[in-house]
């Protein structure tokens, strides 16, 4: 039997209490500081993934740090802990080890993390991607649009996912506008899309311009700096947020209850699986790095498909043909890692 392991962390102080709720009247300071301390540790074994393609056997290994801490820490000693992490998923005897798509904690130092270990590693993001594809699909469905007839405004094509999705949707959308301050960026992409399309495109420096007539507005830049005006958004519109970390706030999102916020898609199982712990999503569904993890371990596709900083387009039809061949579907959304459903809106 083949096995993986995925590493995951809590987002929030609050998600320690789902393993620990010994802790809940703990004070945050002294949870965090806990944390800190902690080796990562086996949470739980997943059961109950069975195809034609045979069985699995997964596991759960946790890092006991919250993303704040783990963007905030010095990049070594969060390295330090994935790669602990990983010598506990090789103890377990995984063949390929996967973890959440927050990777742009780590910067550059996932080929380092790659070397100290004797099995292949994925971040998730190349099934992330499509499954954001797939959520903003799937929000258009929710928010009765036409995803044809949408503007669509990609914020951050400087980062490799806004290029890629921007490539991937242009196949698509009637309406699409790339912003960036960096012309000679725009420019190429723009040619890029044009060549492998045949769609012309609307290219800007101008974020808020952009910003205001967005139907589908997806964000993938990662800087500090960006600055949205969330109260000349459309109302009804729908703002996929990738950056990491978020730049629309849970504050921000509170001003405009009337605006549809996601951060991807779910991925639905074909089978009964038992996580062994809560993700807070529906049965028999996941978050799309976990999924590419399964995927790749039903397929015996042992590699490490998303590591490098580039994201190809091949890659994406890959793991879609993986993901069609083994009936997994995006049929969710979620936004902090939560999942979003239609009464919620």
Known sequence: MNKFAFIIHPIEIQDFYKKFPILENTPDFMVKSIGKLLLPFKISEIKG?????????????????????????PEEQIVKKIIKAGKLAQKLGADI????????????ARASISENLSIPITTGRTYSISSAIGGIKK????????????????????????????????????YLTLVSENRNLLEDLSQRILTETGTAIHITDNTQSAVKRGDIIVIAANTDDLDI?????????????????????????????????????????????????????????????LGETILLSLEKNFECLSLGEDIEIEKIDSINKMAQDNNFNITGVKNYNKEIHISDF
């Open 49 to 73: 993934i069975s195809s034609s393609r045979g069985e699995l056997q997964g596991y759960l290994i946790a890092i006991p740090l919250t993303l704040k801490q783990m963007l905030e820490l």
């Open 97 to 108: 080890i996967g973890m959440e798509s927050y990777t742009s904690i780590i910067g550059n």
């Open 139 to 174: 929000a258009t469905e929710i928010m009765d649009k036409d995803f044809k007839e949408c503007d669509l405004t990609i914020i951050g094509i400087n980062e490799a996912i806004g290029s890629v999705i921007a490539r991937y949707l242009a196949k698509e959308a009637k």
């Open 229 to 289: 005006n969330i109260e000349i958004i459309k109302k009804g519109a729908i703002i996929c947020d990738l950056s990491r970390p978020r730049i629309v706030t849970k504050e921000l999102e509170k001003k405009r209850q009337d605006v549809f916020f996601i951060d991807g898609g779910i991925v639905k199982l074909p089978f009964n699986v038992d996580f062994g712990f809560d993700f807070g999503f529906s049965p028999n569904t996941c978050s799309a790095a």
